[in-house]
């Protein structure tokens, strides 16, 4: 059985009451300021992010995990805790993240990333047994490596539903018989881990830079200008870069944006857009909610030619895993999205060898490795429609999406998107192939007045 790592990417979004459940068997493995109140099992973390204790055992696993789907349902749950090592594959103290949970007669197939980010030292990956009884040392144990006592329950449950199942656990013993005094003395240094690993700071406005790319359309730009001065939660500082007047322009303004500011988070607005007066209000209010998150956005106004227009449904923008719809097209904007800076700069910014689609090809390499969050109301107005737009500019941008998939295909290690990438390549080579069947263009695309700019380094 496989778990999907995206939550409702494509129609009508999925609706969560809470994001992020995280479950431990023991109060114990909790540092003590984050243990239940006496009588409870749930320590809410923030609005929507709740620590459950579970109860040791298959059975108390099971049941509250039943009760966190019918009664929280959140979006992503990650089980947490400690497994034994039988086979001392992994020295003790090691963090595993589970590829297969198992039982005498089920396999579940768990997600290869994580929805939190991962401040530890690096990981191992491994497959975990869930025994319904202690298992000590086996010479030979042929079930699995690593053992618990209740990840198959969750995952019994979780399987087939949008909440995406996650499965960490930190090496405590290898099931010999002292284990029990093993167990206790890595408690200190468990409690350390799990304090570093859920410790999130939410937001502020002071926390935010941020950045208009200016090139011509003087008018819109202040425009632009102006809504960020009119903001209910102002921000730390507004940065309006100046694009060389080159196909790389908008990218290289957005990257000096980025180097030159001085807080954790910066937010983007095009000269042609603006936000409404409550859009960093309710990002940040948003992201308090649920402050695991190291990107999130919030949905548009649309404005084409003067008129307001409704965005098809597969533009609607949607939380969670969103790599597999962002593969099609852009699912995110750059007027809407808020992004760590440090995250940011570690994954290089944007392209500038990418003329167009640099924004498609960066949240490409953002949703491959953590989920988005979403504001639920809309909070920019996105103007399209005028000639100076590069969808008008390039007349099949779909070439760039190509010159984007084609360099993180080559940079893939992961065979399921490899495969995912290779295929969002052959179809789009057809969209092309049918498009110059159709209007004889493509030849114009590639060898006439942008041939300079398909020469990618990459």
């Known amino acids: 059985m496989r778990f999907g790592n995206n939550a409702i990417a494509v129609g009508l979004p999925a609706t969560y009451k809470l994001e992020l459940v995280i479950t431990v068997a023991l109060a114990a493995e909790l540092p003590p300021q984050w243990r239940p109140p006496k009588g409870t099992s749930i320590y809410y973390l923030f609005d929507r992010v709740a620590i459950v204790v579970t109860g040791l055992g298959l059975a108390q696993s099971h049941q509250a995990a039943e009760y966190i789907h019918t009664e929280l349902n959140p979006r992503y749950v990650v089980n947490i805790g400690t497994c034994a090592a039988l086979q001392r594959h992994h020295p003790w103290g090691t963090w595993l993240h589970i590829t297969h949970v198992q039982t005498q007669t089920t396999r579940y197939t768990m997600p290869d990333r994580l929805p939190i980010p991962w401040p530890l030292a690096p990981y191992s990956t491994d497959t975990l047994y869930s025994s319904p009884t202690p298992v000590h040392a086996v010479p030979a144990w042929p079930l699995a490596p690593c053992v618990d006592m209740e990840a198959s329950a969750q995952a019994a449950v979780f399987h087939n539903t949008p ?27 468990l409690h350390a881990d799990i304090q570093a690993l859920l410790t999130w700071a939410p937001v502020t406005p002071d926390d935010i830079t941020a950045i208009i790319p200016a090139f011509q359309r003087p008018r819109e730009t202040r425009r ?21 007047e080159s196909a790389r322009g908008v990218s290289y303004a957005r990257n000096c944006g980025i180097h030159h500011a001085q807080t954790p988070w910066v937010a983007f607005l095009d000269n042609d857009d603006y936000w409404l007066p409550d859009h960093i209000e309710r990002l940040c209010k948003t992201h308090a909610e649920a402050p695991f998150y190291y990107w999130l956005q919030s949905p548009e106004q649309w404005i084409r030619h003067g008129k307001p227009v409704m965005p098809q449904r597969h533009h609607i923008k949607v939380a969670g895993w969103i790599f597999d719809a962002a593969c099609q097209r852009c699912m995110v904007s750059p007027s809407a999205v808020l992004i760590r800076r440090d995250w940011l700069l570690a994954h290089g910014g944007f392209q500038t060898q990418l003329p167009a689609c640099e924004d498609y090809d960066l949240w490409l390499s953002l949703s491959r490795e953590l989920p988005i969050g979403l504001s639920p109301i809309p909070t920019v107005v996105k103007y399209g429609g005028h000639a100076d737009q590069l969808s008008h500019r390039y007349l099949a941008m779909d070439i760039y999406r190509l010159a984007s998939l084609i360099r993180h295909l080559l940079s893939e290690h992961h065979p399921v998107y490899q495969k995912k990438i290779l295929a969002t390549i052959q179809n789009k080579f057809k ?4 498009g110059a069947q159709k209007n004889g263009t493509l030849h114009q695309q590639l060898w006439g007045r942008e041939k300079e700019s398909l020469t990618l380094e990459y």
């Not at 909440?163 to 240094?189: A, E, M």
């Not at 969209?431 to 049918?434: D, F, P, T, V």
């Open 163 to 189: 909440t995406s199942f996650h499965v960490l656990k930190r090496v405590s013993d290898f099931g010999h018989q002292p284990s029990i005094r093993d167990y206790k003395n890595q408690l200190p240094s």
């Open 224 to 244: 632009a200008i102006q809504s960020v001065y009119d903001q209910t939660y102002p921000v730390s500082a507004c940065s309006v870069i100046r694009e060389p």
């Open 431 to 434: 969209i092309l192939y049918r």
